[in-house]
């Protein structure tokens, strides 16, 4: 952990689900010791929910969702219905960096752990907080709910065919990645800011407005020409062609794009020179987007005959930029996955491991991160009492048996 | 002027297009000092890209290179070049981190790879995003956006229900560049991961960052069900986790959650009609599960006597999670965002007032400044060169001559 970039940083961490539990999974594998706070009295929503991954081994509790979130990260358990609780959190806050939390607004300031409250406490404190819309303004009050926020922020708008309906946007959990990600930066800066002046802050968090931040091309449009933007499929404005054509096998598609003459010469290569290609329509490029359905149609007749991974590597080796559109499973298979060691084993104290994929941070000197397991709910009690925070073993124990370490 | 919590930080940007300039904007809306190199005459591609006012092109009014360049100063300078590349070194001195998004073999070829850079400057942070990452089989492999969603298992899984047709329609892509914009970000948090390693220890490393991985980093859940259960994810309804939440009024679509502690204000935002009131919809699973087939098509029959707005206002009326699928123009007007201060309005030369969204995080203590306009080609030329690295006008004049700058 020696050069790890936020070793000794400490995050106190109230997230729940997604959005937060990301951030703060981020700040764990950059080295930071991140402690959630959990409680018996409230399991935590994965743990609650039938994932897959779940194991039932007596006495385990190994939970699919909450360890792609989770690893790397220790917990403790307080009931915080206890004025005890409360007043033990207070008391570990002098010890912290980073407090994180995705709760609805105003409950921190209700446990008297709003911004101004820690900052009495410890007053270089950076606090993030996450939501929706906001802390401030007219939907401060609102759930977060993805699709929702899609909605408002326009991704959804924009996101399917041509000739069909707006989308929720991307896979389970895009609008959610896309505002940990704003986070995680936003607090790396935040960070940057304390090391030079000793100065906390306030980070407020819209996940509506980071992914809006994230997405702005429909604004940008409109913004200069006045125009709203439709949806574009797999299609774009400028490049042609520019598509995803069907392979052989059983919903197998690969993804062609074709930015100047050299490439369109190289596709044509890689395709083997069929007679068409010789097409007036296909001379230049204003041709080929005028004549771009003609032209996917006709590139179609080659791919079909190969499957996709295989159309990739002949398409690249000619110089092609192209990608098999890959299924879970592929991905979890590929070679270069594989060998960038993206995958990663992770190992539990009693030596059963789960396979996950790494975060994207691949620094050539400090590694690619600091892994180690998902906590079970307290596994760090004594640690954080006792050793951080110097409470005596039988006060824990009292406190324990009170139900206020519970 | 408020501090700004990345003042004092130097950055060099040699990128084209969106990811290493997005990783820059990032850095420079924060106050770093962001130096952006582009190439002699043509500058950066997105300057063609556009969008452009009336659909004039023109390289200083391209919507998506004025929205990715806010706040750095803009220098031009030919690396081909070997004058071009001297100067090059000169600024490499000069800064704590590079971003660049080149292909792989492009610094390389110049004499310029990692290691030379590191001589150079061994405090140095240089960033790499390409599609596929410096490493692995595939590292010379040609991307792009499209490519970067399909390779990540991102446009597999990207849920397009209603026009959902296996047999007709491919895999979709996330709309617009967004593995572009994501690379960018998820760079940014690796430049500053390895500004604090330098920070601790002195020494500057090598980010080598994969769009592929970026992309896929969303995934997390589907890789976990892969290695936990041998789930495969189809392009099949039945592996969805939830039914869409996407309702057609009659004018638009919304999404809305209906969760079971909704369903009572739902069934007055309907005004209470009679088929709503069944019984056996008062239990979670009465509602959620043995009969959600049969509401959601009462449902969306009752939204598509509506419009969008009406909706919107019964629902909030009954405090239910609701947003309009909202386009650009909607966005544009949106009260909330303009109470936050979402939007900014940008003052730039050449292109005038814009109105494009503004900070992803508020910051308390350093809050976001107006943000200066993209720089104009090769716009401070002097003040960089001159300036900042002392040359004198008779050398500045021999290299524009030459094609240098």
Not at chain 1, 37 to 64: A, D, H, Q
Not at chain 2, 208 to 230: K, N, P, R, T
């Amino acid at each position: 952990m020696q050069k790890m970039a936020l070793k000794n940083i400490k995050v106190l961490d109230f997230t729940q689900v997604r959005v937060g539990p990301q951030i703060t999974q981020w700040l764990a594998v950059m080295g930071a010791e991140v402690i959630r706070l959990e409680t018996k009295f409230r399991p935590e929503s994965f743990k609650m929910t039938n994932n897959p991954g779940n194991l039932t081994t007596p006495g385990k509790y190994r939970v699919g969702y909450f360890a792609s979130l989770n690893y790397s990260k220790e917990s403790i358990t307080l009931n915080m219905r206890n004025p005890k609780a409360l007043e033990l959190v207070k008391e570990l806050v002098k010890y912290i960096d980073i407090v994180a939390e995705n709760f609805r607004t105003g409950v921190m300031e209700k446990w008297g752990l709003g911004y101004n409250d820690l900052k009495k406490i410890n007053p270089g404190i950076i606090l993030i907080s996450a939501s929706g819309f906001g802390r401030t303004g007219p939907m401060k009050d609102e759930p977060a709910y993805a699709p929702v926020i899609d909605g408002f922020s326009g991704y959804s708008y924009v996101n399917g065919y041509p000739d069909g309906e707006p989308a929720e946007a991307g896979a389970r959990g895009f609008s959610d990645s896309i505002a940990a990600y704003q986070g995680v930066f936003a607090i790396m800066a935040a960070l940057y800011h304390r090391s030079k002046t000793g100065e906390g802050q306030f980070l407020d968090l819209s996940m509506s407005e980071a992914d809006v931040a994230l997405g702005p091309e429909a604004l940008i449009e409109y913004a200069v020409t006045g125009r709203v933007q439709g949806r574009l499929g797999n299609s774009d404005k400028h490049l042609a062609p520019h598509n995803v054509y069907r392979c052989l096998g059983e919903d197998n598609w690969v993804a062609i794009a074709v930015s100047n003459d050299k490439e369109w010469k190289d596709l044509c290569k890689a395709m083997g020179n069929p007679k068409w290609i010789k097409d007036a329509r296909f001379a230049d490029a204003a041709g080929r987007r005028a004549h771009k359905d003609e032209l996917d149609a006709l590139i179609e007749t080659w791919t079909v005959k190969h499957e996709h991974r295989e159309a990739m590597q002949i398409l690249q080796s000619a110089g092609v930029i192209a990608g098999a559109s890959l299924k879970v499973q592929e991905f979890c298979q590929d070679p270069h996955i594989k060998e960038r060691g993206f995958l990663i084993d992770i190992e539990y104290p009693d030596k059963s491991t789960i396979r996950r994929s790494a975060l994207p941070l691949n620094l050539s000197v400090t590694g690619k991160g600091n892994y180690t397991h998902p906590p079970e709910a307290g596994e760090n009690n004594q640690y954080v009492f006792g050793k951080i925070m110097g409470l005596a073993d039988e006060k824990i124990k009292e406190l324990e048996k009170e139900q206020v370490i519970y | 002027m408020n501090a700004q919590a990345l003042s004092g930080l130097k950055v060099l940007e040699y990128g084209e297009f969106i990811a290493a300039p997005y990783c820059g904007k990032l850095l420079a809306d924060l106050g770093a000092d962001v130096i952006k190199v582009e190439k002699p005459g043509t500058g950066d591609r997105a300057r063609e890209n556009g969008p452009f006012p009336q659909d004039q092109p023109h390289p200083e009014k391209s919507g998506l290179f004025l929205y990715l360049n806010t706040n750095k100063r803009g220098v031009t300078l030919d690396l081909k070049k070997a004058a071009g590349r001297k100067v090059f070194q000169e600024l490499v001195k000069w800064a704590d981190v590079l971003i660049e998004n080149n292909p792989r073999q492009d610094l390389p070829k110049l004499g310029l790879d990692y290691s030379a850079l590191h001589e150079i400057n061994p405090k140095l942070v240089v960033t790499s995003i390409t599609y596929f990452g410096h490493t692995g089989p595939y590292r010379d492999y040609k991307g792009c956006d499209l490519v970067a969603n399909h390779v990540s298992v991102e446009a597999f899984l990207n849920p397009c229900y209603e026009v959902y047709n296996e047999d007709l329609n491919p895999p979709m892509k996330l709309p617009g560049h967004s593995g572009d914009f994501l690379s960018g970000v998820i760079a940014a948090i690796n430049t500053m991961s390895a500004v604090f390693v330098v920070q601790q220890t002195g020494a500057g490393q090598h980010v080598d960052l994969s769009e592929q991985e970026a992309v896929a980093s969303i995934i997390c859940h589907e890789v976990g069900d892969y290695f936990d259960a041998g789930i495969t994810y189809l392009r099949d309804r039945k592996y969805r986790w939830e039914e869409s939440p996407k309702y057609p009024c009659s004018d638009g679509f919304i999404m809305m959650n209906i969760p079971f502690q909704f369903w009572e204000g739902v069934v007055r935002m309907m005004d209470s009609p009679e088929w709503a009131q069944n019984p056996e919809y008062k239990t979670p699973v009465g509602l959620l599960h043995d009969h959600w087939k049969e509401i959601q098509p009462r449902l969306i029959a009752w939204f598509k006597q509506h419009t969008c707005a009406e909706v919107v206002k019964r629902a909030q009326a009954q405090r239910l999670d609701i947003a309009i699928v909202a386009s650009a123009k909607e966005m544009s007007e949106n009260k909330m965002f303009e109470e936050r201060g979402f939007f900014v309005e940008i003052d730039h030369k050449k292109a005038g007032r814009l109105k494009f969204p503004g900070a992803p995080c508020k910051f308390s203590a350093t809050p976001a400044q107006t943000p200066h306009g993209a720089p104009l080609l090769g716009e401070n030329n002097t003040a960089v060169y001159s300036g900042m690295l002392g040359f004198k006008p008779t050398k500045i004049q021999k290299l524009q001559e030459s094609g240098v700058i």
